[in-house]
T-cell receptor, first 113, second 113 residues
């Protein structure tokens, strides 16, 4: 069975640009959560979407936004990129909205120069 | 592969020895805890969980201990194998049925033959 998939694997952007990251959950899963993992730290919660609605939001600026599509895939958008946005962005999917059922994807490595 | 953390605390053990990885969590009100394993180039993988009404839980080769008095969590790995080499994170939540995980910094486990 396919796990959580994310695209692209890596990308490099310049300060001030915008980026869109994509996530496909495990088949049948209705919830997608996004995490930011800066090198040397644990993942930090950004968003959770369940049944296409935002259910939770972490302490991130409004430059970060996300959405979930009818097929439960999700996009994370980051505007006006800063150097500090360089990180591994992880997507996790779950059947319900409870974190104990989450499965993580391999992440997208974003480098902002 | 992708390096999760370059400056994490590191535990080095010999193959076959037991490993103990420690974690100090932040919120005395946290009700549910999860240990994750993150290998290079991959997302976090669930290892074992424990609720706050327990002080010990065992899985296959792993045991989690919870000391709520001092807000301390530990992961014990029996007969450590080279495949156990990874970064290990503890995560806490306020509720078993919550939608948000708070991750710790992580510990790198290196297993030598």
């Amino acid at each position: 069975d396919a796990g959580v998939t994310q695209s692209p694997t890596h990308l490099i952007k310049t300060r001030g640009q915008q980026v869109t990251l994509r996530c496909s959950p495990i088949s049948g899963h209705k919830s997608v959560s996004w995490y930011q993992q800066v090198l040397g730290q644990g993942p930090q919660f950004i968003f959770q979407y369940y049944e296409k609605e935002e259910r939770g939001r972490g302490n991130f600026p409004d430059r970060f936004s996300a959405r979930q599509f009818p097929n439960y895939s999700s996009e994370l958008n980051v505007n006006a990129l800063l150097l500090g946005d360089s990180a591994l962005y992880l997507c996790a999917s779950s059947l319900g909205w409870q974190v104990r059922e989450q499965y993580f994807g391999p992440g997208t490595r974003l480098t902002v120069t | 592969g992708e390096s999760v953390g370059l400056h994490l605390p590191t535990l080095s053990v010999q193959e076959g020895d037991n490993s103990i990885i420690n974690c100090a969590y932040s919120n005395s009100a946290s009700d549910y805890f999860i240990w994750y394993k993150q290998e290079s180039g991959k997302g976090p993988q669930f290892i074992i969980d424990i609720r706050s009404n327990m002080d010990k839980r065992q899985g296959q080769r792993v045991t989690v201990l919870l000391n709520k008095t001092v807000k301390h969590l530990s992961l014990q790995i029996a007969a450590t194998q080279p495949g156990d080499s990874a970064v290990y994170f503890c995560a806490e939540t306020l509720s078993y049925n919550t939608d948000k995980l708070i991750f710790g910094t992580g510990t790198r486990l290196q297993v030598f033959p």
